[in-house]
């Protein structure tokens, strides 16, 4: 209830974000990768913002330098400003911490066995809501199973379900930079599509993926370091094949 809707606007808890009705941005424009915002997200420019980001020490100082430069909701770039803005939107709604209300609205009530790690710009600073939050594989794959239980945990409605089903929904008003339909993206979930079906994730950067298969019941976690080089409709290679393999087993045919 602290946030009316993801149709709010971010000017509301980030003043300084304040637009003409034009180009306005809304929550759900950061949810979906299509804010508009003036960010690179060049991992190999020692120079790009997403650089100093990682590992510099004063996020403070880029939120407040985040601006609109495109009309938001048209077109999907990934940008991890986007999470920043909405990280920062939980703390100004909440008046708490972003790693702090995580653990009390989900990491508890999920019954996660280990504390977690968030990395933070310094010493009691800013988390990095792009990147960088660590666990175990079964804590993981907790997360997997509140999605593919639609929110709820035991009987608690954790997060509430049109939400999941929102957020793990494909934004297909949007186009990607080839000017096709965005099927691959909701709220800040992958989405795989292939002819067996929909296969919602997150994924960490370097190939960390928790994969929902509802058809299946089942959730499946691949934590590591490496991910591969090439990429195919928008994943890397190694995520069908994840996927298959998974699916295999699930089939109960073996490997």
Known sequence: GLVESVDQR????????HQNDTMRLTIEHLLTMSSGIDWNESYSNPLSVT?????????????????????????YEYLSGNTLLLARIIERATGRSLSE???EKIWQPIAATRDALWSVDKKNGVEKAYCCFTST?????RLGQLVLQKG??????????DYIERA?????HLSDHNDAPVGFYGFHFWIWNDTQGSVPMFRGILGQYIMIFPEHNAVA????????????????TDVPLYIDIVRTILNGNGV
């Open 10 to 17: 971010v000017s509301d808890f980030i003043p300084h974000l």
């Open 51 to 75: 650089t100093r980001a990682y590992y510099g020490s004063d996020l403070e100082t880029i939120i407040n330098n985040i601006s609109v430069v495109e009309k938001p909701g048209e077109r």
């Open 101 to 103: 209300y995580a653990s």
């Open 137 to 141: 594989a079964s804590d993981f794959a």
């Open 152 to 161: 709820r945990w035991n009987d608690v409605q954790v997060v509430p379900q």
């Open 168 to 172: 793990i929904a494909p934004a297909n």
């Open 221 to 236: 976690v691949r934590l590591g370091h490496k991910r591969a080089n090439d990429e195919i409709m928008h994943f890397r």
